[in-house]
């Protein structure tokens, strides 16, 4: 419970994410930023990013990034520079890389996958006989010669 | 009972005289013995309705299995008697909650005298071991339901229904009593409580988990149908008649608990998200998600005999999907900001739960699904399969849901990689299937059961098609960005609403009274309508607040007018104010618009002294294009205050498009071919004559 409460004070301050004191005066290397903070995690938080959280650390994080921007990193330098620091966990948009590709891969194939068993099973009902127009079976023609003979 | 009554309160065991009753009555000793009193009872109600839910699950299987109507005739009434139980415990522990009886473990820890009388309420199911017992009170409400107004359905079917009902009741009042018992007692009562959350002290939470558990354990009703079915051996178009209902009402009321969700996250936590792709909230997105295959798929059931083993199976895992998100929440397996009193031998018991009941449907299922035969035969084009492809999207889309969910878990067990998997890996790898989905919904929708022309269908859309683009392109022209999401919302939002519009025109024919025939449309027909065209308006919001939102942070000072995209704002004072149980710090802001007022907002942030925590509520002027959005933060060192504004377009939408939806749920459930299957009303409605 406490563990609880300590995770929801963190994610409902006051004032969430970046504050006034932060933001660069350059507003297209801050647009930057912004859009980097929002795939950043906040490792304290519980999958929140380090735009939207109040922690402190994700505030350093805030700086420090916009510390690599201003030193005329790149979005990729920026970012592998926290993710060596604070490794992978840190991405919410996890890398397309090693096992990875199971992750960002299941959806298509399964789309193909379900795709192909939905379209067998279609083509199967199309071409399945209706029962009604099926006819009679043996026995029961058997049974309706029988009836009427009588 | 009377002396010890007078021991503990008037002290005059022998002289107790008629007139000394109001003292008596009136003592603060005498209350403290009944509250004392009900919550005992409360907790033997819960241990009888344990055993009765054992008796309804025994005994009317085996009545089933051997055709014995006096044994099949338990599950009626047994169910009738445990529903009333639940409530009577339930509503002990709620009368805990009112009286604030801080003997009780989970009232000290989630009450507060000081608390509104509504959060005291709704504090019975803001903590684990409350929502437990609702959890239970609600699968024996169903079940009760089920016993009460299944008059019309087979005997051995309704026996084993209830059977299997009772079985889920039986696992899950052995986890509270085992586990996460409510009536546990405190050694020594303290004087007063540590407070509920005070994240949870709001009326849109208050009651979003009542909404969502009626989801999560009404899909439980859908789960039940089709193990009695498998066991039976029989599934035919009456079964897909009767199990729809329930599937309706489960998402009718998951739909409303995750927009209440949705809602309250986006006003109250300060920065405007609706969606946070949080494991929890995924929990609750999956069975939404399959509960919507589900009802469509038993629509082929019902009218075609086809589909079955498919949407049994479907049956079976949205309920699977409902275990999974309570194993979610409890077990604190993935880590979440919604996770609540994490331990692992809650989730232990759960897993238990879930393996016993997704493993023996499924075997089950192996079993017994191959004879089931599909009778209907339909063309390659045909409503029936548009429907297969709805489901094959709301399928895949789950599915995508589940592996982001769980992957972080999978990665690390297997391959030892410790990441995450956040927003925007699910932005990315779920909305092609809504797109796809959405593009799909006005053709298929209006195709013709058994077999249908693709030309024909696509015809009347002609002219929708064309404005549908023009509209995307129109907002293409009009945003400043490069961003697709903004555009391919809107053409998929008029796209699905005039389909809507021609789909229901279509229906009624040509000729003379067209308007009456439009208003005589079957129930079913109105549903289908307005659902669809909530999720089209859904998809407008969603996409605009994705696309268009625009924000800025500064720190103003009292007095200043200050201008933020094209509005003039002027912060005219804050305050500090107290409230029942926390002091706000209340910014009052002008709002102008070229020179026309526009709105004075008061956005607060609150601070809860006994819970030590803050919140803020966001001041939020709304209307169709734009919801503008502020937020105080706070004091800065050297004069003025940090304020936050946010412009989102089309953001209400949202919510309008999700109540749309629910409502066309509510449309379809009072159709009059469901009032014949529930059977308890069929004779109030014998007298209207035949149309």
Not at chain 2, 467 to 478: D, F
Not at chain 2, 499 to 522: E, H, S, Y
Request: aromatic share 12%; net charge positive.
């Amino acid at each position: 419970m406490k563990r609880f409460v300590l995770i929801l004070m963190l994610l409902a301050s006051p004032l969430a994410a970046v504050e006034p004191d932060e933001v660069l005066s350059d507003p297209v290397l801050e647009q930057r930023a912004r859009e980097l903070s929002k795939g950043l995690r906040c490792l304290v938080c519980r999958n929140e990013s380090i735009d939207e959280s109040n922690a402190s650390l994700a505030k350093d994080l805030r700086l420090l990034l916009r510390e690599r921007l201003v030193e005329g990193d790149s979005d990729t330098e920026a970012v592998d520079f926290i993710v060596a620091r604070y490794g992978e966990y840190v991405l919410l948009n996890p890398t397309r890389g090693g096992a990875n590709w199971i992750l960002w891969w299941a959806g298509p194939i399964m789309l193909l996958l379900a795709g192909g068993a939905g379209m067998l099973y279609v083509r199967g009902r199309s071409r399945a006989n209706a029962p009604q127009d099926a006819g009679l079976s043996d026995e029961e023609a058997q049974k309706l010669r029988d009836i009427l003979s009588k | 009972m009377t002396t010890q009554l007078c021991a503990n309160g008037a002290r005059r065991a022998k002289h107790l005289r008629l007139f000394d009753l109001p003292i008596v009555i009136g003592s603060t000793a005498f209350r403290a013995y009944i509250a004392r009193m009900i919550t005992e009872l409360g907790h033997f109600a819960l241990l009888l309705a344990f055993g009765v839910a054992l008796v309804q699950m025994i005994v009317p299987m085996i009545g089933a299995a051997k055709g014995w109507p006096g044994w099949m005739a338990v599950a009626e009434p047994a169910a009738g008697v445990q529903f009333l139980l639940i409530a009577a415990s339930f509503g002990a522990l709620t009368w805990a909650f009112i009286t604030s009886d801080f003997s009780l473990a989970v009232v000290v820890s989630n009450s507060h005298s000081m608390k509104p009388m509504l959060y005291k309420i709704s504090g019975t199911w803001g903590n684990h071991e409350g929502s437990m017992l609702l959890w239970v009170l609600i699968v024996a409400l169903f079940g009760a339901m089920a016993a009460w107004f299944g008059g019309q359905l087979p005997a051995s079917l309704r026996a084993r229904v209830l059977s299997v009902q009772a079985s889920i009741g039986v696992a899950f009042m052995a986890f509270i009593l085992l586990t996460s018992n409510p009536f546990d007692r405190m050694v020594v009562p303290p004087f007063d409580g540590q407070d509920l959350n005070p994240l949870l002290q709001d009326p849109g939470l208050a009651f979003h988990p009542p909404f969502l558990y009626l989801g999560y354990v009404g899909l439980s009703m859908a789960f039940s149908f089709a193990v009695a079915a498998l066991i039976e051996g029989r599934v035919d178009a009456a079964w897909g008649r009767w199990v729809r209902p329930w599937t309706l009402a489960a998402w009718v009321f998951l739909t409303i608990g995750i927009a209440l969700g949705s809602w309250w996250a986006y006003y109250e936590l300060g920065w405007g998200g609706f969606w946070f792709w949080d494991p929890v909230e995924n929990a609750s997105f999956m069975p939404w998600l399959l509960a919507a295959a589900l009802l469509h798929s038993a629509i082929v059931v019902e009218k075609r005999e086809a589909l079955k083993s498919w949407t049994i199976l479907l049956a079976i895992l949205a309920f699977g999907f409902s275990l999974i998100g309570t194993f979610i929440v409890r077990s604190g397996l993935l880590t979440s900001v919604h996770a609540f009193a994490n331990d692992p031998d809650r989730g232990i018991f759960i897993l238990g739960i879930m393996a016993f009941f997704m493993g023996g449907a499924l075997i089950l299922y192996s079993l017994r699904a191959g004879a089931m035969e599909a009778k209907g035969v339909f063309g390659l084009v045909s409503r029936e399969s548009a429907l297969v492809l709805n489901n094959l999207l709301l399928a895949v889309s789950c599915f995508v849901v589940f592996v982001g969910t769980m992957w972080p878990l999978l990665a690390e067990m297997f391959f030892d990689r410790k990441l995450s998997v956040g927003p925007p890996f699910f932005d990315a790898a779920f909305t092609p299937f809504m797109v796809l989905l959405g593009l799909a919904l006005p053709v298929g929708s209006s195709m013709a059961w058994k077999r249908a022309s693709l030309k024909r269908a696509l015809y009347p859309l002609r002219y929708v098609f064309v404005v549908a683009v023009a509209i995307g392109g129109l907002a293409w022209a009009m945003q400043t960005g490069r961003s697709l999401i903004g555009p391919v919302g809107m053409f998929l939002g008029a796209w699905i609403l005039m389909g809507v519009v021609v789909d229901l025109l279509q229906r009624t024919g040509r000729g003379p009274n067209r308007l009456r025939r439009l208003f005589r449309l079957p129930g079913a027909d109105w549903g289908k309508a307005t659902a669809h065209a909530g999720l089209g308006i859904t998809m407008v919001g969603i996409a605009g607040i994705y696309a268009w939102t625009v924000e800025d942070i500064r720190v103003a000072q009292i007095d200043v007018p200050f201008e933020v995209f094209g509005y003039e704002m002027t912060l005219r004072s804050v305050t500090k104010e107290n409230g029942p149980n926390y002091v706000s710090t209340t910014a009052v802001i002008d709002v102008v618009r070229d020179g026309e007022f526009v709105a004075t907002l008061a956005p607060e942030k609150r601070f809860y002294p006994v819970a030590q925590m803050p919140t803020t509520e966001a001041a939020i002027h709304q209307n169709a294009k734009r919801d503008l959005y502020l937020v105080i933060g706070d004091e800065q060192v050297g004069g003025g205050w940090a304020v936050r504004t946010y412009v989102k377009a089309m953001t209400t939408w949202i919510w309008i498009g999700c109540a749309l939806m629910a409502l066309g749920g509510i449309f379809s459930l009072f159709d009059r071919r469901f009032r014949v299957a529930v059977g308890a009303r069929k004779r109030a409605d014998a007298p209207v004559p035949a149309e």
